[in-house]
């Protein structure tokens, strides 16, 4: 399964650390019957050729050996692969990513102009090129595995395909196929979620989703048809889909483990989910504003940046705010919802973060400017 790991030159390739020789032995450690083994080397595999979002030159070489655990049965937490290797397929270039940022530029300026720091860019460039190419070879054995047994296999199978929207075509049949069929609540809201990134918006998809949501009654499948719906109509989503999205926020107790399971996760559900109700736009979600205040306290810290930058999206990006707008301009609700965020504890417990998303609709950045802004008389600006 694993005898060609030996046939490359690992040495010569790098990752985030430097040379990649670490890499055949953390690929044949996945395959250990000790659970721990498994997940130091998973761990490794995230620090190396996935770091942070980034992929490299020997990210595309460990793609086949991956793909080859997959088809071996013994292989415990295949899974755990699988979503590895959308996020490798999903991988990103460092510079390319940090070219774009203000404080890299004054920094770098002078050396973004050089042929030297283009070549490298190009070369990062290439590993990512590589890095996609690889995972993809691997689409027929992703989509074999939809009819496994293996329900977590199922679910995790969902969300790599869904990274392939070169391929939506061949992937949309087979997991229409799958949701005819699927008997598993926490599989079918995957296969859900991944029709909905793979299918453009047009009328006759949304009504599939609408009509799923009319036919459901597992709160799960419920809430990705919800989901779905947000994504592919975002200020048209349907007023069932919101109403299911804003009850699924005031009581998430019902789904959040069961949320909490699925690769699709990116904090806790209500977090998640009031993301996807930010989509809706103001008209339709505008009332869910005091719920998602009040959520702000009760859930993760990351979850809360989440909830702020929903409750934002939803009050002050249509119209966009006018960043030379002063205290007085604020509508009842806008005032309502910098109050909540203000006092949030956990909403600043990512400070940094938390000031990146008001400097992003072009309003006071910190605590004390925010309390200093809202105080009545004044006439101070962002």
């Keep these: 399964m694993l005898e060609a790991l030996d046939r490359i030159d690992w040495s010569a390739l790098s990752h985030a650390y430097g040379p990649a020789d670490d890499v055949p032995g953390l690929i044949r450690d996945l395959a250990s019957s000790a659970a721990e083994v498994r997940r130091q080397a998973m761990h490794a595999l995230y620090g190396n050729i996935w770091h942070q979002g980034t992929v490299y030159e020997a990210?595309?070489?460990?793609?086949?050996f991956l793909i080859a655990l997959l088809q071996e049965e013994s292989v415990?937490?295949?899974?755990?692969?699988?979503?590895l290797l959308s996020h490798l397929a999903d991988g990103n270039s460092y510079l390319d990513v940090h070219q774009h940022l203000g404080i890299f530029q004054e920094l770098y300026q002078d050396e973004m102009q050089t042929p030297e720091f283009q070549e490298k860019l190009e070369g990062e460039l290439s590993g990512v090129r590589n890095a996609h190419?690889?995972?993809?070879?691997?689409?027929?054995?992703?989509?074999?595995?939809?009819d496994h047994p293996d329900r977590k296999l199922r679910v995790a199978a969902t969300y790599t395909l869904a990274g392939f929207t070169e391929r939506a075509s061949q992937i949309i049949p087979r997991l229409q196929a799958r949701l005819a069929r699927e008997p598993d609540a926490q599989v079918a809201a995957g296969l859900l979620l991944s029709l909905s990134v793979l299918v453009t918006p047009e009328p006759a998809m949304v009504q599939f989703f609408v009509d799923r949501l009319a036919s459901e009654d597992r709160s799960l499948v419920r809430l990705a048809a919800a989901m779905a719906l947000a994504r592919l109509a975002g200020t048209q989503t349907p007023r069932a889909a919101v109403n299911v999205l804003v009850q699924t926020i005031a009581n998430p107790a019902p789904l959040a483990a069961l949320?909490?399971?699925l690769p699709w996760a990116n904090g806790d559900v209500v977090g998640d989910t009031s993301l996807f109700l930010a989509r809706a736009g103001a008209p339709a979600a505008g009332h869910a504003i005091p719920i998602l205040i009040q959520a702000l306290e009760q859930v993760s810290a990351f979850s809360a940046l989440h909830i702020a930058e929903a409750l934002l999206a939803l009050t002050f990006a249509d119209p966009p705010w006018n960043q030379d707008a002063t205290a007085q301009d604020l509508t009842a609700v806008q005032r309502q919802v910098?109050?909540?965020?203000?006092?949030?504890?956990?909403?600043w417990r990512f400070n940094v973060n938390m000031s990146e998303i008001l400097q992003a609709f072009g309003l006071p950045d910190w605590p004390d400017k925010l309390q200093k802004f809202l105080e009545p008389g004044t006439m101070q600006q962002p």
């Excluded at 990210?59 to 086949?64: C, D, G, I, K, L």
């Excluded at 910098?338 to 909403?347: D, F, Q």
Aim: glycine share 12%; hydrophobic share 40%; net charge negative.
């Design 133 to 146: 190419r690889a995972v993809l070879e691997g689409i027929g054995v992703y989509g074999d595995l939809l």
């Design 59 to 64: 990210t595309a070489y460990a793609v086949p």
């Design 338 to 347: 910098l109050t909540g965020i203000g006092v949030s504890s956990n909403a």
């Design 76 to 83: 415990p937490d295949r899974d755990e692969i699988l979503v």
């Design 259 to 261: 949320y909490q399971e």
